[in-house]
Nanobody, 124 residues
Framework: QVQLVESGGGLVQAGGSLRLSCAAS????????RGWFRQAPGKEREFVAG????????YYADSVKGRFTISRDNAKNTVYLQMNSLNPEDTALYCC?????????????????WGQGTQVTVSS
């Protein structure tokens, strides 16, 4: 059974940092693109960051560019999201996903496996 499990969320003050992790089990995703999405209350799920299978290509939503960094460790079947300079607008449930292919993926339809999410709350 494929599982993606996120960790690292929590409550942080504005300007602070968090590092999210997403560990996969039941299947290796080293040959697949990975990504992070987030969903705030009352809003649609939105793309945050994506990374190709090798880690050689990354892509970010404009709202997080320059503040967030996505990375991966294929040996550990894990993807990370380093979030710096957090602000209250970043408050959301953050979910990781595994792509259907190896190339860059940025839309919901590009991803086939999802985690349950980890909550990030940024206080002002």
């Amino acid at each position: 059974q494929v599982q993606l499990v996120e960790s690292g969320g929590g409550l942080v003050q504005a300007g602070g940092s968090l590092r999210l992790s997403c560990a996969a089990s039941g299947r290796t995703f080293s040959s697949y693109a990975r990504g992070w999405f987030r969903q705030a209350p009352g809003k649609e799920r939105e793309f945050v960051a994506g990374i190709s299978w090798s880690g050689g290509s990354t892509y970010y939503a404009d709202s997080v560019k320059g503040r967030f960094t996505i990375s991966r460790d294929n040996a550990k079947n894990t993807v990370y999201l380093q979030m710096n300079s957090l602000n209250p607008e970043d408050t959301a449930l953050y979910c990781c996903a595994a792509g259907k292919g190896s190339t860059m993926a940025t839309t919901l339809a590009d991803f086939g496996s999802w985690g349950q999410g980890t909550q990030v709350t940024v206080s002002s």
